[in-house]
């Protein structure tokens, strides 16, 4: 495998809110890629170095240059001084290599690890924390008998890429079904998805429930009971689990029936002086009456004559087709995705949070006989667990998905995106551009 610093997953990053860090990503990673890489797909053309990289802090507002546009890669032996300011609220980010063409292959290799932004708010809160604060990086990965990594490769050697890649292992923190030993006291722990295309059914052995305090940007208004949680790739999640009366015994955290990660509870343990407080952190709702723009985007899958999937596209455009979606920085827009594909994406932005407004089902018929817009039923409001702040978006078949956000940040060229790698890697992917606030 590869990783960050040789590390799967690579150290966590632990960030404090407006202090800024300056972090030196270099490439030391072989000349030669270990996966089969698909020159077909626009930007892995055969002129290109194999090996390729550039790190992206998913989550993370940072100015365009410092973001890992999927352009800015180096190869081996070139490094690249990345600044990141931390002006945002706490929450669990994560950074993965955002090389264009290949990060499917480059995050399966390993390149992914925690970033932790914390603050003085959330602190006072006094949730678990230190040594009771905990990230867990689930993925799944093809392992053959022999032992080896294996990425999936279609019947076209001069065109390999598969359109997704699930895996036969669920690994937690790199590990196939680890354990931890905990105490029976509070823990948190953030459950982070970083698999190319699995989405995760996460629950806890006899019927114990968690409590949800955060989703991708951070804190929720107030703690969520969930017996079971759906983490879409990329997807944040962090929950408070309490052991207290699990002495001496164990608890499993599952993926639908199996078992990814075993906590074994020790007899006894210091005392627990952690709060879960009834109120977190006030969610202040975004009225989209006040978005100055409200795009609607398409999400296509163009199949060949076979109905096998050629590519995956966002509003009908390639990567290089020039800009449309051109936000001025500090303004409100709603962007709705109309999903006409048969499955859900989930859709991130970089730079910006954003909120889950509705979901509603639309006429498929009535849109590709006249690209027009009619629904068939009403608006569904956002789940429980959606209404803190978000990072990354189920859209659903058949649903028009719509969320709201201000475009704070730095001017400048960013993306958005599917997260599901393998659809991200076949033009999926469109830059987007922060016009300067209008003075
Ligand atoms: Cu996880 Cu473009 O990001
Ligand atoms: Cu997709």
Redesign the pocket.
């Known amino acids: 495998m590869w990783g960050y610093n040789g590390q799967f997953p690579g150290p966590t990053i632990e960030a404090h809110r407006g202090e800024p860090l300056l972090v030196e990503w270099i490439n030391a990673l072989p000349t030669k890629h270990f996966l089969a890489i698909d020159h077909s797909l626009h930007g892995a053309e055969r002129d290109k170095p194999e090996v390729r990289a550039v790190t992206?802090v998913?989550?993370a507002r940072v100015s365009a240059g410092n973001d890992?546009f999927?352009e800015d890669w180096y190869p081996p032996g070139h490094a690249m001084l990345y600044h990141y300011p931390n002006g945002q609220d706490a929450a669990t980010l994560?950074y993965?290599d955002?090389a264009m063409g290949i990060?499917r292959l480059n995050i399966y290799a390993g390149l992914f690890g925690a970033y932790i932004v914390r603050d003085a708010e959330e602190q006072a809160l006094n949730l678990p924390s230190g040594d009771y604060d905990i990230p867990v990086m689930l993925c799944d990965r093809l392992v053959a008998q022999d032992g080896q990594l294996y990425y999936p490769v279609s019947d076209d050697p001069d065109a390999p890429w598969v359109m997704q890649c699930l895996g036969n292992l669920v690994l937690c923190n790199g590990k196939i079904f680890p354990y931890l030993e905990v105490e029976p006291r509070r823990y948190r722990f953030r459950l982070i998805n970083v698999a190319n295309t699995r989405f995760f059914d996460l629950s806890l052995s006899h019927d114990q429930a968690m409590q949800q305090i955060a989703s991708d940007q951070g804190l929720l208004a107030a703690p969520l009971e969930r017996s079971r949680i759906e983490l879409y790739p990329?997807e944040r999640v962090d929950v408070v689990i309490d052991f207290a009366s699990f002495a001496g015994k164990s608890l499993q955290l599952r993926h639908e029936s199996q078992g990814i990660l075993e906590f074994r509870v020790r007899a006894a343990g210091r005392r627990d002086t952690s709060a879960l407080p009834a109120t977190l952190r006030p969610v202040t709702r975004i009225d989209p009456a006040a978005a100055v723009h409200d795009r609607i985007l398409t999400l296509n899958e163009t199949d060949d004559a076979n109905g096998n999937a050629m590519q995956m596209l966002l509003d009908g455009k390639r990567w290089s087709d020039p800009i449309t979606e051109n936000p001025r920085q500090n303004s409100i827009e709603t962007w709705s995705f109309v999903n006409l594909t048969g499955d859900a994406h989930p859709i991130?932005l970089?730079l910006v949070r954003f909120q889950v407004i509705d979901r509603r089902p639309f006429d498929l018929f009535a849109w590709n006989a006249h690209r027009k817009l009619v629904f068939t039923g009403p608006p569904v409001a956002p789940e429980p667990q959606e209404l803190g702040w978000k990072d990354?978006v189920r859209a659903d078949a058949g649903m028009v998905t719509r969320i709201a956000m201000r475009f704070e940040g730095e001017p400048g060229r960013y993306?958005?995106?599917c997260?599901f790698l393998e659809h991200?890697d076949n033009e999926m992917?469109r830059p987007f551009e922060v016009l300067p606030a209008k003075s």
Do not use: D, N, Q
Request: avoid cysteine.
């Open positions: 992206h998913h989550g890992g999927p994560w993965h955002h990060t990329a991130h970089h990354t993306v958005w995106h997260h991200e992917m």
